[in-house]
Every structure is written in structure tokens, then in C-alpha cells.
């Protein structure tokens, strides 16, 4: 089912009036009315629950780096924004920021930085690193403590603009929600399914080469049993001693 006949079923399900006959009377209505009431509480509850952006502490060291990463597929944008927290009533200490991909280009880099944030859209799939470090200059006790609020795939779309620009609200933009959300969904199994198809090529290949080494080390043990017994029959033979 495509993206716009989801959102009309949903609509539909939930704002058209109950289609019932007169000779059903009350029961029927009531029937109707609480299997859409039902629909409508399923559908906030999967939207309550649907993937968010995670907020995560960082410990960073006085010396050294701590890094942060995710396994993310192509085409999602990722959001972030990173903050440092002082413990004390000091002046806020800076840090050094730098984001890579996979194949180890710098998507995001930021020196002397007390708090920012990257956007990006990947484009290939696997760990997108992010690594937070105490600037040069940073000459306080212990750790530092950095804010991060991670969002990636629909948790970090817009939706006052698209509520604006497509002018829906209320029920009708929580239900674009969580459209997006089921659309993210089934897009992140369909990645599952590739990687573990993937994977599983990868393995049956593996054991196919392993098969086949053993087959060759036995081959050559064989071999070299028999030129030993060969040569050792020989060696006595000469010294007659068989």
C-alpha cells in the first residue's frame, strides 16, 4: 500500500461516519463507534512508542577521546546536537568534535567548541563515528560531562514545517507521524533482510573455502605419509635390513 492510500485509509478509518443499517439499531453503532475508538488509541500508542532520538551522557576524559557510533543505512539523515555541561561555576571547558563515515571521511569537524550541531544524509551503510576530545587548553580536574542528543530517520524530520506546508494538524499530523514512522519501520527489516542475506553468503562461502582446505590438508598429510613410508622402505632396503 503506498504512502497517500495509507494516510486515506487511516483518515477514513478513523473521521468516516459508521456505515450501518437502520435495522441494526443501537448495539450496532455502539459496536462501530468502540472498534474506531479501539483503532484510534492502537495508533497513538504505536505513535508514543515509535523510534526517537536518543539522548545520550558522555564521560570524556581529561586526556584522550570518547567516541559514540551507530550502524545506520544509506539515505537517513542523522541530526545531532552536542552540548558541554559544566559541574561547577567555572567557565565552560571546550571540546574538539569530529564526525567520520564508514570509509573514514570527516563529515563534521569543530575545534574549541563548548556546543554545536551536525546534520548529514549518509550514503553508504555501516558505524558513523563521532568522537569528543578536551581541547588543547583545558587544564580542569577530572571529566568532562558532554550532552548528546542523537536523532536519525524520521526522529529528525521536521514536522512543524511539513505541518505548514502541507497545512494538517491534530490527529491528522499524528497520523503522518507515525506513517513516517511504520515507513521507517519496514524500511530499516528491509536493510535487515539485505545485511543478513549478505551475511549469510558470507558464511556459506567460508565454510565452502574451509571444506575445501580441509579436504587439501588431508590430501597433503596422505601424501607426505606416503613418500615417508616410501623412503623409509628404501633406507632399510639399502642397509639391508629388510
Avoid at 461516519?17 to 474506531?36: D, I, L, T, Y
Avoid at 523510534?51 to 570524556?60: K, Q, R, Y
Wanted: a neutral charge.
Amino acid at each position: 500500500m503506498s504512502r497517500p492510500q495509507l494516510h486515506s485509509y487511516f483518515t477514513a478509518m478513523i473521521f468516516s461516519p459508521p456505515k450501518v443499517k437502520e435495522m441494526s439499531g443501537n448495539a450496532n453503532v455502539r459496536r462501530s463507534a468502540m472498534f474506531r475508538s479501539a483503532v484510534l488509541v492502537v495508533l497513538l500508542w504505536g505513535l508514543s512508542n515509535a523510534p526517537a532520538g536518543d539522548a545520550i551522557w558522555l564521560n570524556v576524559p581529561k586526556t584522550g577521546s570518547k567516541c559514540v557510533s551507530e550502524e545506520i543505512q544509506s539515505n537517513v539523515v542523522v541530526l545531532a546536537d552536542y552540548v558541554v555541561v559544566s559541574e561547577n561555576h567555572g567557565p565552560i571547558p571546550a571540546i574538539s568534535v569530529k564526525v567520520t563515515s564508514p570509509f573514514g571521511n570527516t563529515l563534521h569537524h569543530q575545534e574549541n567548541a563548548t556546543h554545536g550541531q551536525f546534520a548529514f544524509t549518509t550514503k553508504e551503510a555501516g558505524n558513523y563515528l563521532a568522537c569528543f576530545s578536551p581541547d588543547g587548553h583545558y587544564e580542569g580536574a577530572g571529566e568532562l560531562s558532554v550532552n548528546i542528543d542523537w536523532k536519525t530517520g524520521i526522529a529528525a524530520k521536521d514536522w512543524e514545517s511539513v505541518a505548514r506546508k502541507e497545512k494538517i494538524e491534530g490527529v491528522e499530523l499524528e497520523l503522518r507521524k507515525l506513517e513516517g514512522a511504520v515507513e521507517a519501520i519496514h524500511e530499516n527489516l528491509l536493510y535487515l533482510k539485505d545485511r543478513e542475506a549478505e551475511l549469510r553468503t558470507t558464511s556459506e562461502n567460508t565454510n565452502a573455502r574451509v571444506a575445501w582446505l580441509s579436504i587439501m590438508s588431508l590430501g597433503i598429510c596422505i601424501s607426505v605419509s606416503g613418500l615417508q613410508i616410501w623412503y623409509l622402505k628404501r633406507y632399510f632396503q639399502k642397509k639391508k635390513l629388510i
